[in-house]
């Protein structure tokens, strides 16, 4: 069994920051690529950033320059620093990510419970 636990979420004003936090848990033996989505009311889940085992980082334009994606390995942790927030990068923020359980041949995508978002203008 694999939990991921989003936090840090929450009401801010339009130009302030949020970090997010997400824990994975469970008998990992490796994480692969992790990532944060959101969505949207009446809209389709989208990518927000991603990151490799590596660190390599990969960021849907729309947050270039504004949101920073980095984890750390040693505690199954990746994190989203959000800055000059906007209305509508209000959303439901959601962790993603590739795990390989102990005694599982394959690796599995798992998804946290999301974690509310919202900026006002």
């Known amino acids: 069994q694999v939990t991921l636990l989003e936090s840090g979420g929450g009401l801010v004003q339009a130009g302030e920051s949020l970090r997010l936090s997400c824990v994975v848990s469970?008998?990992?033996?490796?994480?692969?690529?992790m990532g944060w989505y959101r969505q949207a009311p009446g809209k389709q889940r989208e990518l927000v950033a991603t990151?490799?085992?590596?660190?390599?980082?990969n960021y849907a334009d729309s947050e270039k320059g504004r949101f920073t994606i980095s984890r750390d390995n040693a505690k199954a942790t990746v994190y989203l620093q959000m800055n000059s927030l906007k209305p509508e990068d209000t959303a439901v923020y959601y962790c993603?990510?590739?795990?390989?359980?102990?005694?599982?041949?394959?690796?599995?995508?798992?998804w946290g419970q999301g974690t509310q978002v919202t900026v006002s203008s």
């Open positions: 993603n990510a590739d795990v390989r359980v102990v005694g599982v041949p394959r690796e599995y995508n798992y």
């Open positions: 469970g008998r990992i033996l490796r994480i692969n690529v």
């Open positions: 990151i490799t085992n590596g660190g390599s980082t």
